[in-house]
């Protein structure tokens, strides 16, 4: 799980922030959409957050919210958080918010920690509980190899990826 601490709210200029946001931090004062909107993004997050289910926001020591990751996106030369703000009555909100922050204090607003929460099914579909990552070891694999063999062939699957693929626009062709 992804522990984020929050500072005093700060001003920032919308203009020259590229998520349009106008301040960031914590008051008491704010909702939870503003509390999201204004802490989601623009992280040094690594490659070890892409495997992560949940986010918390920290404030003064205490959790504040709960995220639900469910993408990590670039954000000019850091990364935004996309997910979806938990309520109570979700296990991941009633386990952390209103209570002091698990991984504790740290110099770097990035910490990370292991969660109970943090389980769950192979992306596979074999049934097996995975925690991190979304994968038991090979199982990417048997599950790229199975979803091939329903097309056909590499090259029927190749064939079939191009026809329904649209490429970003950063992205540049390659022949295979």
């Known amino acids: 799980m992804i522990q984020i601490t929050l500072g005093e709210k700060t001003q920032l200029d919308s203009q020259e922030d590229p998520l349009g946001r106008a301040?960031?931090?914590f008051t008491e004062e704010m909702t939870d959409e503003q509390l999201y909107e204004a802490n989601h993004g623009r992280w040094i997050l690594g490659p070890r957050a892409d495997n992560e289910r949940f986010a918390?926001?920290?404030a003064k020591g205490?959790?504040?919210?709960?995220?639900?990751i469910e993408r990590i996106v670039p954000s000019g030369d850091r990364r935004a958080i996309e997910g979806k703000i938990l309520?109570?009555?979700h296990p991941v909100y009633d386990a952390y918010v209103g209570k002091p922050a698990p991984a504790g204090p740290f110099r770097n607003p990035i910490a990370y920690f292991e969660s109970e929460?943090?389980?769950?099914?192979?992306?596979?579909?074999?049934?097996?509980?995975?925690?991190?990552?979304?994968?038991?070891?090979?199982?990417?694999?048997?599950?790229?190899y199975d979803r091939v063999a329903?097309?056909?062939?590499?090259?029927?699957?190749i064939?079939?990826?191009?026809?329904?693929y649209e490429p970003q626009a950063a992205e540049s062709d390659?022949?295979?």
């Open 62 to 68: 205490v959790i504040r919210q709960a995220i639900e």
């Open 117 to 144: 929460h943090d389980a769950r099914v192979c992306g596979c579909g074999c049934g097996a509980v995975v925690a991190p990552g979304h994968f038991l070891p090979g199982h990417d694999q048997k599950a790229l």
């Open 159 to 164: 064939l079939w990826f191009d026809q329904f």
């Open 23 to 25: 301040y960031l931090g």
């Open 87 to 89: 309520a109570a009555g």
């Open 150 to 157: 329903k097309i056909g062939t590499v090259h029927d699957f």
């Open 56 to 58: 918390i926001f920290n």
């Open 174 to 176: 390659t022949e295979i």
